[in-house]
């Protein structure tokens, strides 16, 4: 019931940024979060960071200090800015979003760190 559409992954060198974007469809359903997850080869999917309709954010320990998680005013869009990026972020990076009808998930965008 809630498309996500990402984009902004890339190739990109050590100690560079790159900022994500999933823009969430209209629907009935009130999302009450939304959030992001990556993926490396051969290693299961885990959170990066998190934010919830009254703002409150939780990240990864790997990431803090360098990500920050945001959406606009009506919370239909999320981003994820990266900074100072490392070769261990390489992945590929989903969002998704928490509603009471389920939680819903991105296609994926791949994100490079490598020289």
């Known amino acids: 019931q809630v498309q996500l559409v990402e984009s902004g992954g890339g190739l990109v060198q050590p100690g560079g940024s790159l900022r994500l974007s999933c823009v969430a469809s209209?629907?009935?359903?009130?999302?009450?979060?939304m959030g992001w997850y990556r993926q490396a080869p051969g290693k299961q999917r885990e959170l990066v960071a998190t934010?919830?309709?009254?703002?409150?954010?939780n990240y990864a320990d790997s990431v803090k200090g360098r990500f920050t998680i945001s959406t606009d005013n009506t919370e239909s869009t999320e981003y994820l800015q990266m900074n100072n990026l490392k070769p261990e972020d390489t992945a590929v990076y989903y969002c998704?979003?928490?509603?009471?009808?389920?939680?819903?998930w991105g296609q994926g965008t791949q994100v490079t760190v490598s020289s």
């Open positions: 934010i919830s309709r009254d703002g409150y954010t």
């Open positions: 998704n979003a928490y509603t009471r009808l389920g939680t819903f």
């Open positions: 209209r629907s009935a359903a009130r999302i009450e979060a």
